[in-house]
RNA sequence: GCCGGAGUGGCGAAAUGGCAGACGCGCCGGAUUCAAAAUCCGGUAUGGGUAAAACCAUGUGUGGGUUCGAGUCCCACCUCCGGUACCA
């Protein structure tokens, strides 16, 4: 009876099988076949493949799970990757997890919980959330920064970069045969003097220990108190700390310090060949901060004799490496305004203050090293509406006109930068030009407007700081500025009283944190008799690494700088060595930015128990091609991996100079309301949401299709239900949905294609294959949405022309892909099919619509054949109707042509 | 302040100096349906014009410039976003 009435009504009983695009089925299907065949595992070293290396910054595995943001990036590496194989590449395409960090521990403090299983159970959030989306992942590669077997190789990079010193003189060969200055070379080289080496072996290892790229000293830093910990400066925005926004105060601690420094020439040179955005390397070039200019020596003012015996002194003996006790160094990137100097600054923190300071200035001076200091950075940048200073009582003098001037000290002044001290010329730089107003302190003018038509000097309004000539500047008068600067230096070089000089305003990177949570140091401290620190420090051997974390009760921080690990029992922290000596082992422990400096080293051979990194393996993967990630990473992560980079390769570890040979930054996916996307804002997506509403394929595919990659974009929730709603299409265009099997559309059939379809076809197949090159996927997308509505539209389907479309749409929307590949008879994945070719063929169009303008504005469109030459297509909009009208009583003047583009009647 | 990047329909966007708005969303109309969902077809920058078209004018943040021709190149400015902040 039921089936009487179906025919009669012509109802269809809903079937389960498979009528519809059914992506839940579909997505589960292959990922399980991708991971039972193990598709996506590449092999090492292959030899007839050119090998591609594709990375995602890994995340953080927060315990809020994926965020859309993760797969926009994660989405264009994929698309990349998988285009690649299909294009013969072997590809290395990994995910790990940057596990470390204060998050799990601020969870083990609260639910006591050891931060391991927290961070356990995220990174399984994390992998399970990523696998739902489908990437193409070698998993077998896996790693995590707070694996033992991993950081046992952070902790061994860090004794190379310990075991280091930078030879700045050094000219050298790497094995990318490009002749360098300056090399990290191993401490057992760095030449000891005599005198040094007189003292005995302890003065040998302190000097060594003073060279070192990492070393311990005794800094002003960050100390945050509810965090218990201490922060990079990066670390501190506005006076809070950027996790959380909690105070911070300056303190002196002792800390580790990596000489990033040293490198910092070749950071900033060897930007250059790196196919980055431009955008970065200038913030990276702005961040190292490199400025040339010169150190200059001024003697503090007593007798003309003790003056002119010091100069002839200098004069005989040269510029010395330390200036005398009664001697200011001064730094200056406008040596050519040195006539124009009316005082001098030292910072607060400056050594010579104390001896400086006379009687009459002695409480003044005080109070005002004692305010600066109380300061934090935040008040110290934030009262900088107006200047502050108190002159010390004391002269210096100039040593190129022999005039005593006054010397300050301000908090303006850093003792961070430079030398601590500069020579203050208002008249040319505007901060010593607001604080000479601010004491009525002479302004003096020593450079002049080079021409008339420029930026001219008004000094009564503000100072001059653009290049000019020099005035008021004795022999150098009527110089320009550029030539000052260079006969100047040399003038004050060939007496001994100055020398050029290059200054960073990078800093040395403070490597030491105080949490449990993160790398402990392979480093011990050489107790005395009384078990105090002597000073002298051991590096664990490199066989006993890792240093795992001590069991410790309880992770409340110790609310003191004291770092978490001290908390350690007595078997962790002490040791007698071979020689009797007492250590103790080093408390602090690495920042999160450790991990992150090599993982991309370590991918390359996750399960390697001997090294590293296998030199081979090295050498076939690195560099990486391909690096995508946000752009907040721009300068800290990117700079610290390059430093790393760097030494290990000055140290012969990796044959490379530079680990990312092209970067690509995503831009930031904002909420539905334009805003940023946040918990507090109420307008976070949740991708494991959108994955269950509309599967893994329509969220790729969605984010790749809502703009350029590296734009800043909202999110559109109907925009998924755009994309949804193409792959029905696609999926109707092929396979019968009112079959209750998997089949082909009856439109589908093995025949010929027509002319027409395979121009569409050509043409998709180039554009595609262009756009996935230019990483423009959402254009990419258009285009294969134009080819599913120009197909679907055809009676006949020619099964050859789908196939290629089908690979076509792989990369993006690879379950879908590999479910129609299967409809259409193929037993194996696509995922090593190759790449559809454009046949030239296919690409020309017969005739083309030539716009025809009349002064520039679109008058009609002509249709002709493509390749029509310039003559006939001129005649041709000649005789066209509109454009006699339009031509009509003018006179054409002149007539621009341009073969199968337009044509434009100028006339008058 | 300084250094970057970006301003195009109702929205996301597209456009080697050569037809502005491809593609998608939304909306409007139609088909299918008892009805709805889904699907399919058509339309959709603004103003004028027309019964409807044709057609005309205007239009890519603002003002200028280069050019036969400018969203695109140059100059000045405005707004928004990101970075940075006494670095001598």
């Known amino acids: 009876m039921t089936s009487t009435v179906l025919l009669i009504t012509g109802f269809r009983p809903p079937h389960s099988a498979m009528p519809r695009y059914d992506f839940r089925r579909i997505e589960s299907r292959w990922q399980q076949y991708w991971e039972q065949h193990q598709t ?64 799990a521990e601020e969870f083990a403090r609260k639910m006591n919980v050891h931060p391991r299983i927290k961070t356990e159970e995220n990174i399984n959030t994390f992998r399970r959330q990523l696998k739902m989306l489908g990437f193409s992942y070698d998993w077998s590669r896996e790693l995590s920064t707070t694996d033992p077997d991993y950081y046992r190789w952070t902790q061994w990079i860090f004794l190379q970069i310990f075991d280091t010193w930078y030879d700045a003189e050094c000219v050298w060969t790497g094995p990318d045969g490009v002749q360098r200055r300056g090399r990290g070379r191993p401490i057992a080289e760095l030449p000891i003097p005599a005198e040094v080496a007189a003292a005995g072996q302890a003065a040998v290892r302190r000097y060594q220990d003073q060279q070192r790229l990492a070393i311990l000293s005794e800094a002003p830093v960050n100390w945050c ?45 060897e930007l250059a060949d790196l196919s980055w955005p431009d955008s970065i390397k200038l913030m990276q070039r702005n961040w190292i901060g490199r400025s040339v200019g010169a150190e200059v020596d001024f003697r503090v003012a007593t007798t003309a004799q003790a003056q002119q015996a010091w100069q002839q002194s200098r004069a005989a003996g040269g510029f010395p490496v330390r200036a005398e006790s009664d001697v200011i160094r001064i730094y200056t990137t406008r040596p050519d305004t040195l006539y124009g ?20 200035q002695q409480a003044a001076v005080q109070q005002y090293r004692q305010q600066a200091a109380m300061k934090s ?53 505007e901060r010593d030009y607001e604080f000479a107003c601010q004491y009525q302190i002479p302004i003096v003018q020593v450079v002049a407007a080079a021409s008339a038509d420029g930026p001219q000097a008004d000094l009564s309004v503000a100072a001059f700081c653009e290049l000019g000539v020099a005035v008021n500047s004795g022999p150098w008068d009527g110089m320009r500025t550029e030539d000052v600067k260079q006969r100047i230096t040399a003038d004050l070089a060939a007496r001994g009283l100055g020398r050029e000089a290059v200054n960073f305003r990078l800093r040395d990177w403070l490597f030491s944190r105080q949490r449990y949570w993160g790398e402990p140091f392979p480093i011990w401290h050489e107790l005395d008799a009384d078990g105090q620190p002597t000073g002298l420090l051991r590096a664990d051997p490199v066989q006993s690494l890792p240093v795992l974390h001590p069991h410790v009760e309880d992770f409340q921080p110790t609310g003191t700088p004291e770092p978490m690990l001290s908390k350690a029992t007595g078997d962790w922290l002490y040791r007698t060595a071979e020689d009797g ?40 993967w690195l560099p990486v091609d391909l690096y995508v990630g946000g752009a907040e990473h721009a300068v800290l992560h990117l700079l610290y991996s390059r430093f790393w980079h760097k030494v290990l390769f000055d140290r012969g570890y990796v044959s490379h100079p530079e680990p990312f040979r092209r970067l690509v930054n995503q831009g930031m996916i904002l909420g539905e309301n334009g805003e940023k996307m946040s918990k507090s804002r109420g307008n976070v997506v949740n991708p494991e949401q959108v ?115 089908v690979l076509l749409l792989s990369p993006f929307a690879p379950h879908i892909a590999e479910e129609l590949w299967s409809a259409l008879g193929h037993a194996q994945t696509l995922a090593y099919e190759p790449w559809p070719q454009a046949d030239p063929q296919w690409l020309v169009e017969e005739s083309v619509e030539v716009p025809v303008q009349v002064n520039g504005k679109l008058r009609t469109r002509i249709v002709v054949p493509v390749d029509t030459a310039a003559d006939v297509l001129q005649a041709t909009a000649e005789a066209d109707e509109v454009v006699r009208r339009q031509l009509e009583g003018k006179t054409v003047v002149k007539v621009v042509v341009v073969p199968g583009r337009l044509v434009n009647f100028v006339v008058r």
């Open 225 to 269: 108190p509810e965090l218990g910990t201490v922060l990079a400066n990066e670390e501190v925005v506005d006076g809070v700390s950027e996790r959380g926004g909690h105070p911070v105060v300056r303190m002196n601690l002792k800390q580790w310090m990596l000489r990033i420094t040293a490198y910092g020439d070749r950071l900033a040179d």
């Open 40 to 103: 996506f595992r590449v092999e090492d070293c292959v030899a007839d493949k050119p090998k591609m290396y594709v990375l995602d910054m890994f995340p953080y595995p927060s315990g809020e799970g994926l965020h859309v943001g993760h797969p926009e990036g994660y989405t264009a590496t994929d698309i990349v990757c998988r285009y690649s194989r299909m294009r013969g590449r072997n590809v290395l395409h990994p995910m790990g997890w940057d596990a470390f960090g204060l998050p």
């Open 691 to 805: 994955v269950n509403d509309r599967g893994a394929d329509s969220l790729r595919l969605y984010e790749m299709f809502m703009g350029p990659l590296e734009q800043v974009k909202p999110w559109q929730t109907s925009g998924v239900e755009g994309v949804y709603r193409f792959l029905s299409r696609v999926w109707r265009m092929i396979v019968d949905d009112r079959a209750e099997q998997v089949v082909l559309d009856a439109a589908v059939q093995d025949v010929a294609a027509t002319p027409e379809q395979l121009r569409i076809l050509h043409q998709t197949i180039r554009a595609v294959t262009d756009d996935i090159e230019r990483m423009a996927f959402n254009t990419a997308i258009s285009r294969m949405m134009e080819f599913t509505n120009a197909m679907s539209g055809q009676a006949v389907r020619p099964k050859c022309v789908l196939e290629s479309f």
């Open 377 to 429: 950075e935040l008040e110290r940048t934030d009262l900088a509406k107006t200047k502050t200073g108190v002159f010390t009582g004391s002269y210096a003098i100039n040593p190129v006109n022999g005039q005593p001037v006054p010397v300050w000290i301000a908090d303006y002044v850093l003792i961070s930068y430079g030398t601590g001290a500069i020579m203050a010329v208002p008249g040319h730089d």
């Open 581 to 620: 000596v007492r250590l103790k082992r080093e408390t602090n422990s690495m920042p999160q930015w450790a991990g992150s400096c090599w993982y991309y080293l370590r991918f390359c051979d996750n399960r390697n128990s001997d090294c590293f990194i296998d030199p081979r393996k090295e050498r076939y």
């Open 341 to 360: 100097v009316t005082y001098m600054v030292l910072s607060p923190e400056h050594p010579l203050v104390d001896q400086l300071t006379t009687a009459e």
